[in-house]
C-alpha cells in the first residue's frame, strides 16, 4: 500500500513538473501513453482475467446491484445539486460525471491485488468491464449531452466512437466464450503485472491535467474543497458503496473487489467527458484530484 500510494504522489507530481517544464509535449506524452494502456494493455489484460472468472449467482447479482447502486447515488447527486445548492447545468453536470466514473483500472487495479490478492483481479476485471466501463460509455457520455455547454457531435459519431474505441469491450465478448486453455498461468500472471505498471502513466496524466488548467488560470493547485467538489466527492467515496454494501447485505455474499471498486475515488475520464461536452472543468478536475488525494 505504500508503495502504490508513493507511485500515485511520484507520478502525479512528475506530471505537474513535465507540463510546466515541456509545456505540450508533457501533455502530448501523457496522451499517448493512455492510448497505448487503452489499445494494448486493457485488452489483453481483460481477456486474460476475464477468461478464469466462472460466473454464479454472486458475481452476476452483484452485478446488477452495482448498477442499481451508481443509479442511486447520481439521483441523490442530482437532487442535492440541483435544489439544494442549485448548481448550473454544467456544474450538475460535472457532478454526475464524478459520481458515476470510478478509477477501477489505473487505481482500482492495483489496490485489488495489493489488498485482496491476485487471484481476485478476475472478478475485479469483470466489475471493471460490465459496471465502469457501461457507466463511462452509455452513463457519464448521456450526462454529457445533456448537461454540458457544448451538445458534442452527432448521435452516428458517438455510436461510431464507442465501438471504434473501445477493445477492451471485445476482449470481453471473446473471454465469455473462450475455453480456460486460452489464458495459460503465465500470460495471466503477465497481465496482472502490467495491470499494476499502468498505474504511473494514469496519474501522470493527471497531474499534467491538473498543471495545464493552473497555467491557462482555470484552477490553483491545489483546487479548493468547495460545496460541488465536496459533494461530488462524498457521493462517489461514501455513498456509492454504501448502497452497493446495503443492498448485497441480506442478499448474497457479495465479492469482495465489488465492493472496493465501488469506493474508488473520480476516474481521470471524467475530465475527457468535461472536455467534450462543456462541464464545469473546475469541479471535474477538483473532485478527481481530492478524492484521489483522501
Partial sequence: MLAIVAAIIAATGAGIWAERRYRDRAGLAARRSLLFVLYFVLPPTTFFNLVRVHFDANVGIGIAFGFV?????????????????DLSRPATGSVLVCVVVANTGYLGYPLVAAVLGFDDLSQAVVYDVLVSGTALLLGAFSIGAA????????PRRRIAAFFTRNPALYAAALAVIAPDVLAPTALVDASRIAIVAVLPLGFFAVGTALAAEAEEGSMPIPPPLDAPVALA??????VAPGLLYLLALWLIDLPDPYLLLAAMPCGINTMVVTHAYGLDLRVSAGAVAWSTAI
Fill in 69 to 85: 447502486a451508481l443509479a442511486g447515488a447520481a439521483l441523490v447527486a442530482w437532487l442535492v445539486a440541483s435544489r439544494l445548492l
Fill in 147 to 154: 448537461f454540458g455547454d457544448r451538445a458534442g457531435e452527432g
Fill in 233 to 238: 466527492v462524498a457521493i462517489r467515496l461514501i
